[in-house]
């Protein structure tokens, strides 16, 4: 996903003249550009109008997040693309014991985001194949187009846990050159 300052920058406009555009302050336009600022769904429509998107889209985009169940993959996902590479544990295993206490496929029915990095769209993608199998559900479609990694990722970043990470990772992980122990979904 591009910046809003990416935006303006690759089409040439000033931030003087996004700001006329969109019919907001420079100071604006400088907060709509400054990373962390909560802006509002009006003003970012006005701004992607302001760069020729269409600015229906950032409403439907804002309606779709909020029509996605908390606990679902996609919304996991989102929360990790959001919080950076090292929150996946945390937002990962929130959404593993969602799906365990209601076993809903509909938790699995969106694909992650694709702003997601691709060691954790795999991993997601194999956890929810782990999780459709336990609970004799059919895994989503989405899945199947998940592809593996070009090189192996050993999840648990223990050098003395490697061998054993070869050994025990289950198929779905293995398949996407994912290593895992056994345990990887269970919790103490």
């Given at each position: 996903?591009?910046?809003?300052?990416?935006?303006?920058k690759?089409?040439?406009?000033?931030q003087?003249?996004?700001?006329?555009?969109?019919?907001?302050?420079?100071?604006?336009?400088?907060?709509?550009?400054?990373?962390?600022?909560?802006?509002?769904?009006?003003?970012?429509?006005r701004?992607?109008?302001?760069?020729?998107?269409p600015?229906r889209?950032?409403?439907?985009?804002?309606g779709?997040?909020?029509?996605?169940?908390?606990?679902?993959?996609?919304?996991?996902?989102t929360?990790?693309?959001?919080?950076?590479?090292?929150?996946?544990?945390?937002?990962?295993?929130?959404?593993?014991?969602?799906?365990?206490?209601?076993?809903d496929?509909?938790?699995?029915?969106?694909?992650?985001?694709?702003?997601?990095?691709?060691r954790?769209?795999?991993?997601?993608?194999?956890v929810?194949?782990?999780?459709?199998?336990?609970?004799?559900?059919r895994?989503?479609g989405?899945?199947?187009?998940?592809?593996?990694?070009?090189?192996p990722?050993?999840?648990?970043?223990?050098?003395?846990l490697?061998?054993a990470?070869?050994?025990?990772?289950p198929?779905?992980?293995?398949?996407r050159?994912?290593?895992?122990?056994d345990?990887?979904?269970?919790?103490?």
């Amino acid at each position: 996903m591009i910046s809003i300052a990416e935006a303006r920058k690759r089409r040439g406009i000033s931030q003087r003249e996004m700001a006329a555009r969109a019919g907001v302050s420079f100071r604006g336009v400088q907060l709509l550009e400054r990373p962390g600022h909560n802006w509002r769904v009006s003003t970012m429509a006005r701004a992607a109008e302001a760069l020729g998107l269409p600015g229906r889209g950032v409403d439907m985009a804002v309606g779709r997040f909020l029509r996605l169940h908390p606990d679902s993959v996609r919304a996991a996902s989102t929360r990790m693309a959001l919080d950076g590479f090292e929150s996946w544990k945390t937002h990962l295993f929130d959404f593993v014991d969602a799906f365990r206490s209601v076993g809903d496929v509909a938790l699995v029915g969106d694909p992650p985001v694709e702003e997601l990095d691709s060691r954790l769209r795999a991993l997601c993608a194999s956890v929810a194949e782990a999780l459709c199998h336990e609970f004799g559900i059919r895994a989503p479609g989405w899945c199947e187009g998940v592809p593996g990694l070009g090189r192996p990722w050993f999840v648990s970043g223990i050098e003395n846990l490697k061998a054993a990470a070869l050994v025990e990772s289950p198929v779905w992980f293995r398949s996407r050159n994912i290593f895992v122990l056994d345990n990887f979904l269970s919790r103490a």
